[in-house]
């Protein structure tokens, strides 16, 4: 399992620094990561819809009424969302302000991508973010052209192969419409 201070010091380590033995401190090292850490995790994990991160919530109906004469009801989405792939019911929707903003009032539930903790990431995610940040951090930390750009070679590969694994999580929905065979029948 994965931490962020793990994380980290393998990704220093990928460039040729020392890892570091806690997150506290005032070193190059400690600031670049402190910097980049959390903004990096979080684009790697809006990148995909990574199935690790998908999750599924039933939405709260707001007692408030919307602002304007547009929709009828809203409903509030969970805090840990990082973004939304679909509602179900399918339904006309906007998100506003963290709401879900509709002509809805029934059980409205929700499949989205959370903010997950490290702990919880499999180990092709934290390698394939390892490589980002060492990519990352190479030049501020290295000096380095040379190595952020070997870093951005591994980075490239591991995400590949961590959107290939991580595909393989789900299973294929086979096409429901056919309306090239149908018409003929």
């Not at 399992?1 to 506290?24: C, F, Q, R, Y």
């Not at 903790?117 to 501020?140: N, R, T």
Request: net charge negative; glycine share 2%.
């Amino acid at each position: 399992m994965a931490s962020k201070l793990n994380v980290i010091s393998n990704a220093l380590v990928l460039i040729g620094d020392l890892p570091l033995t806690s997150l506290s401190g005032t070193t190059r090292a400690h600031v670049v990561a402190d910097s980049l850490y959390d903004n990096t995790v979080q684009m790697e994990l809006s990148k995909f819809r990574w199935s690790f991160a998908r999750k599924k919530a039933q939405l709260s109906l707001v007692a408030a009424t919307p602002v304007g004469n547009e929709y009828d009801h809203m409903y509030q989405l969970p805090s840990d969302m990082m973004f939304l792939i679909k509602l179900n019911p399918s339904i006309n929707y906007q998100v506003i302000n963290g709401q879900v903003y509709c002509n809805y009032s029934g059980s409205l539930f929700c499949d989205y991508s959370a903010n997950v903790a490290e702990s919880e990431w499999p180990a092709y995610f934290a390698k394939m973010v390892e490589y980002k940040l060492a990519m990352d951090f190479a030049p501020s930390i290295r000096d380095s052209a040379a190595s952020m750009e070997l870093m951005a070679a591994q980075y490239e590969i591991a995400s590949r192969m961590a959107r290939y694994t991580d595909s393989q999580q789900s299973p294929i929905t086979p096409l429901q419409s056919r309306p090239f065979i149908d018409v003929r029948f």
